[in-house]
């Protein structure tokens, strides 16, 4: 079980290696919603996206009690680059397990942080299959995107940061939910310094399944998958449902139009680049806009990685 | 002449209404170019420019001293919302002479703050005609984007926040020159608040003319006008190249293909939205950054209103 001290330590050992971000406002936006909207702004994190928190806290914690000598996992997003630059921090190898299809930019993302990565197959089973060679070869020891304590508790001081830096206390804070890593590290962060703030999780349409683990209690499987939130493909693992399941109190779905609208009016309004996974808790407030409205709502704006070839406006 | 007690009692009328904005750094920037840059986020203030300081100061002014039951102006840009916000702070009625080849985007923005458009041809004698005949019928004073004192000691205290708000003194300053509103106010917060300071403009080239006044002494027109960075066509009048020339240091061309891989530079690595127009000095640091490297340079990105539907990239 993840506790407040344990959110604490990891606060402290990664503050020197990430940024403090800012909480960004908007009148306008909360002219819209009715509600009075703190954005926490982790699109200006380190990598670009809360993942380095996770990272971060996973690989310093393996160094302190000399675990393993190298690092692997798989990933196509954020939290490749957030293991590669955590690895780079401590001085270990980390050999990111990526699909041959994974974009040159991401690619090249990782290994500016001189990172090695081990191509595979664009399936789930290849890229599992890929990490165990690597942690049989090389000795390398796995940090998971989100099924990892660590991680988790990691991902958590980004909430936690959020609640300190108010001068007012939060009736609710939104994140978005894929592997569940962000919310159950916010909704636990809540649970610990702001328990009177609710916790809600925003999913996108399509990648539906958070939504309906956290009512049957187990860890449900999408229908389908097709969604612009690219950050937000992955299922629920046992370990974040538990907490989401203990902790959240609802969770919301949002359409891809809805998304695309959210991130334009961040982008047009805030003056600031959020990727589609960032705006999917906006989309969650504005859709339900007669709950939130009064209330004083944290959004945790996730990360600010997009392509500028490829933009859905 | 604009004295030091100007700009303290400008910041000290225009406060209530305006952002301290927040003054950014980034690592990957400053490894590039060898400087060590502090980037005051005007891109972040009201009406999403520093044009809001300049109006709010003048608007500000003529409520005091009762000179004007109304406001007008001549622009298609920031200054046009800079003055129909503050218009709509203190109560005045704006009318704003705008091309009717403006973009809808702009037009929406001004009517969005209660401003009426005063639709006229899309040349300068249009312009300054429409601006004249609503003088006469409404007796409406004119708020000159650049060329008016008032206005440019309002741009002047975006220079002091940042200069107050390092806990460093900077090398050199770097500002984008269109009409010399921002340069201007600039260079005099510089030379007033941190003497030792050199100020810099950064100009297009396709709008060149800045450069050629500042080394002949008088106002010279740009041989042509071609240049994706639309905040700065316009020329400096007498008064703006006065201050400019005994304060500034020198000013810098730089091309639309450096002017857009700043701008995309910004928006990759820093997550934040600047204008082409802002990411001009930038742009000129990176030209020159044989000359910057090593150097506390201070960039002011004075806008992000741009249409998201018309990037360069």
Redesign the interface.
Request: proline residues 6%; glycine residues 12%; charged residues 20%.
């Given at each position: 079980m993840i506790t407040l001290q344990d959110i604490q330590e990891a606060h402290d050992r990664i503050r020197p290696y990430i940024h403090r971000t800012?909480v960004f406002t908007n009148e306008t936006i909360n002219k819209l919603t009715g509600a009075s909207i703190y954005f926490k702004c982790e699109?200006?994190q380190k990598i670009?996206a809360f993942k380095a928190r996770g990272g971060l806290n996973a690989v310093l914690q393996i160094i302190e009690r000399q675990e393993a000598n190298s690092l692997t996992t798989h990933s196509s997003g954020n939290h490749a680059q957030a293991l590669a630059y955590a690895a780079k921090k401590v001085g270990l190898p980390a050999y990111i397990v990526m699909p041959r299809t994974a974009p040159q930019v991401k690619q090249d993302a990782v290994r500016s942080y001189g990172a090695q990565i081990i191509e595979c197959d664009p399936t789930l089973e290849a890229r599992e299959e890929g990490v165990r060679q690597v942690m049989a070869s090389k000795g390398a020891v796995l940090v998971h995107p989100f099924d990892n304590d660590r991680v988790i508790t990691g991902q958590a001081t980004a909430a936690k940061e959020l609640i300190e830096d108010l001068d007012t206390v939060l009736d609710a804070m939104v994140a978005p939910v894929g592997g569940g890593g962000l919310l159950s590290g916010s909704c636990l962060a809540a649970h610990y310094f702001s328990p009177s703030t609710s916790v809600f999780g925003a999913e996108p349409e399509g990648a539906a399944d958070a939504i309906y683990s956290l009512k049957s209690g187990v860890v449900e499987k999408p229908s389908f998958i097709n969604t612009i939130a690219d950050g937000l493909l992955t299922t629920l693992s046992e370990r974040t449902l538990a907490i989401i399941h203990a902790h959240v109190k609802d969770i919301y779905l949002v359409s891809d139009q809805e998304i695309t609208q959210a991130m334009?009016m961040i982008?047009?309004r805030?003056?600031?680049?959020?990727e589609p996974s960032a705006a999917v808790a906006l989309a969650a407030v504005i859709k339900n806009k007669e709950f939130f409205a009064g209330q004083k709502v944290g959004i945790i704006l996730s990360g600010?990685n997009v392509d500028?070839?490829k933009?859905p406006?």
């Open positions: 800012p699109n200006f670009g334009k982008w047009e805030m003056k600031i680049i959020v600010g500028l070839a933009l406006f």
